[in-house]
């Protein structure tokens, strides 16, 4: 009679004595331990990024993940489905994508604005010192959970 083989793919969690971290054991029964506790989920999806926007136009609030790597224009418009003009669709020629970052967020960003998008945002209305055109800002990690304003007015410089 031949042997067997038996293969355990099977891994087991149980407390180690000498301390109150987990020790992985092949082989040995299931039992729960009170000194880990599950790690609870991550706030946001890995690769993404949470965005809070507020519309001055029509009061709507929503908050959004984005993935790494969008404009904040491409989350306000494609992601969170929220009306912006981007008459320029993000080439940095008009002042029509132009939001207002909360002052935490604002110290989140890690680029400072470019001398074209400085002479874009002398054109816009209710410039702060937190403004920025929303085509210009990437998504990045360091930008998880900041908060924007969408102006109610809006000077389209492209005359259309």
Avoid at 66 to 91: F, H, P, Q, S
């Amino acid at each position: 009679m031949q042997g067997r083989l038996v293969l355990r793919t099977s891994l087991w969690v149980r407390p180690s004595k000498a301390s109150s971290a987990l020790v992985a054991t092949a082989g040995t029964p299931r039992r729960w331990c009170a000194a880990a506790p599950p790690s609870p989920p991550s706030p946001t999806t890995p690769g993404k990024v949470k965005v809070h926007i507020k519309s001055e136009t029509d009061r709507k609030e929503k908050s959004v993940e984005a993935a790494l790597g969008l404009t904040l224009m491409e989350v306000i418009r494609d992601v969170a489905k929220m009306d912006m003009e981007a008459a320029c669709d993000g080439t940095c020629a008009c002042s029509t994508c132009h939001v207002i970052f909360t002052e935490p967020s604002y110290k989140k960003l890690l680029d400072a604005p470019s001398e074209d998008e400085m002479d874009m945002l002398d054109l816009a209305p209710k410039v702060t010192k937190t403004s920025r055109l929303s085509c210009q800002v990437q998504m990045t990690p360091e930008l998880d959970d900041i908060s924007v304003t969408i102006p109610n007015e809006m000077d389209n410089q492209m005359g259309y």
